[in-house]
Each structure stands twice: as structure tokens, then as C-alpha cells.
């Protein structure tokens, strides 16, 4: 079974512009998860989705936002790009959000390295 | 909230010997989620071992092993026979029961550099 993938794996970006990342779960995975990892700040959670709908979100900014569709696809969007924003972006999936431990564990993607200059 | 400790930035351990990593976390609940990821210099998180709190029993994969210490909020985890391939960045993980979803909470993670 294929892991899960994100693309683009890396990416330059400048002050102001905007990024979509995109993120495929494992097939069968119904819930994304988006961390950001930061050599100063380490791995912060931004949000979940599952069924398409917003779960849960981290303590970040609006210009963080994200989706998903259909097919557990998930997307994360970050508008108006800071220096600070420079970060490596990993992707979660795993197959539920419902109580019972191992449908819950999390599997990662090998991120995206976004660069903003 | 939950907040998750790793008071060893830097590990080091000669190949084939034993060495434990720790993990200290703080929270108000009796019912969670622990877990160990390793993230090698490809920086893909893989999962090593996961731990139900309200089991008694360490988890145990292979050559990974956990010390699971609830009252002491303690979670160490001990890698035996070091390989090469074991030399990577270990995070400790705590996932709540009571926040919807299944989001993690990480330590600032410790390095592992393995001697040959």
C-alpha cells in the first residue's frame, strides 16, 4: 500500500505571495493532519481534517487555511508569505478520528520544505 | 494542556550497545495516547512504538522497547543493539483522548547519533 505523498516536495517562495500545498493520505484514510516543523518552534500542529470538514485547528494565524476533498485529498494554503513561514510542512493521514487507538495513529508524508525569501 | 518534555537534546551510543531515551509529559487526564517517531536526515516521520495508557503492559517492537511510568508521567523508550540506521531525530508524541480528533503534541525531540 502506497504511504502517504505530498507535493511539491520543495519550494521557493518570496515575502507576500502565496503557496498551496497538497497532501494524498494512505488509500482507505479518511483523516489529514498538517504539521508545521521549525528548527526554533519544532512541530506544531496546524489542523485536521476529516469528511471534508475542519476537525480541529492549532494556534495559527487565518492565512493558514486548508481543505479537503472527496477523495481524503487535502490541500493547505498559506496567503500572504513571512520569512517566518519557512518551515518544513508534513502531512498526516490516518484511517479515523473515532475512539480506538490504532484506527487513530498517525502516519506521516515526507513533507514539503518551503523556503520564503 | 498537554505539554510534552525532552530533556536530552543529543544522545550518543556505540553500535550493538543499549541506550534509552527520555520523555517526560504533563497532563490532567488518566486516558491518552503516547508514541516514539524517529525522523532520519529524509525528515519522513515513522512510527516506532505506541503506547495505550491504560495498559499496564510496555509495548515492545523488535528491538524497541518503552518504560511506561503513568504516575511518574514518565515514557522512555530503549532502543537495544544500536544499527546505523537507527541514527535520527527521536520525537515523544501525546495524543488526548478528550480533543477531537487526533492531533499530536510533540517533544522537542533528542538526536541519536549511533558510533561505529
Known amino acids: 500500500k502506497a504511504g502517504v505523498t505530498q507535493t511539491p516536495r520543495y519550494l521557493i517562495k518570496t515575502r507576500g505571495q502565496q503557496v498551496t500545498l497538497s497532501c494524498s493520505p494512505i488509500?482507505?484514510?479518511?483523516?489529514v493532519s498538517w504539521y508545521q516543523q521549525t528548527p526554533g518552534q519544532g512541530l506544531q500542529f496546524l489542523f485536521e481534517?476529516?469528511?471534508?470538514?475542519?476537525?480541529n485547528k492549532g494556534n495559527f494565524p487565518g492565512r493558514f487555511s486548508g481543505r479537503q476533498f472527496s477523495n481524503s485529498r487535502s490541500e493547505m494554503n498559506v496567503s500572504t508569505l513571512e520569512l517566518g513561514d519557512s518551515a518544513l510542512y508534513l502531512c498526516?493521514?490516518?484511517?479515523?478520528?473515532?475512539?480506538?487507538?490504532?484506527?487513530?495513529?498517525?502516519?506521516f508524508g515526507p513533507g514539503t520544505r518551503l523556503l520564503v525569501l | 494542556a498537554q505539554t510534552v518534555t525532552q530533556s536530552q537534546p543529543e544522545m550518543s551510543v556505540q553500535e550493538a550497545e543499549t541506550v534509552t531515551l527520555s520523555c517526560t509529559y504533563d497532563?490532567?487526564?488518566?486516558?491518552?495516547?503516547l508514541f516514539w517517531y524517529k525522523q532520519p536526515p529524509s525528515r519522513q516521520m515513522i512510527l516506532v512504538i505506541r503506547?495505550?495508557?491504560?495498559?499496564?503492559q510496555n509495548a515492545t517492537e523488535n528491538r524497541f522497547s518503552v518504560n511506561f511510568q503513568k504516575a511518574a508521567k514518565s515514557f522512555s523508550l530503549k532502543i537495544s543493539d544500536s544499527q546505523l540506521g537507527d541514527a535520527a531525530m527521536y520525537f515523544c508524541?501525546?495524543?488526548?483522548?478528550?480533543?477531537?480528533?487526533?492531533?499530536?503534541?510533540f517533544g522537542a525531540g533528542t538526536i541519536l547519533r549511533v558510533k561505529s
Open positions: 508524541a501525546y495524543r488526548s483522548p478528550m480533543e477531537y480528533g487526533n492531533k499530536l503534541v
Open positions: 481534517y476529516f469528511s471534508e470538514t475542519q476537525r
Open positions: 488509500s482507505g484514510h479518511r483523516s
Open positions: 503506547q495505550e495508557a491504560y495498559k499496564q
Open positions: 498526516a493521514s490516518s484511517l479515523s478520528v473515532n475512539r480506538g487507538g490504532a484506527r487513530e495513529t498517525q502516519y
Open positions: 497532563t490532567s487526564e488518566s486516558d491518552y495516547y
